[in-house]
C-alpha cells in the first residue's frame, strides 16, 4: 500500500537528482566551453612568449 510519506520521499529523492545532475552536466559545459579554452590560450600564449624574435636576430 503507498503511503504519503513514501510518495514524498520518492518526490524528493527524485526532484533532488534532477539537481544533482543539472550539476554535473552545468559543470561539464563550463569546463568544456569556459575553462578549457581559457587553459588553451594561456599555453599558447606561454608558447609565444617563450620563442625568440626572428626581428632581433636581424
Not at 5 to 26: N, R
Amino acid at each position: 500500500m503507498v503511503t504519503t510519506t513514501g510518495v514524498l520521499f520518492i518526490v524528493a529523492a527524485v526532484v533532488l537528482f534532477f539537481f544533482w545532475i543539472y550539476g554535473i552536466v552545468s559543470f561539464y559545459f563550463d569546463l568544456r566551453y569556459r575553462f578549457l579554452p581559457a587553459v588553451r590560450e594561456h599555453l599558447r600564449d606561454d608558447e609565444q612568449q617563450a620563442r625568440p624574435d626572428p626581428e632581433e636576430y636581424l
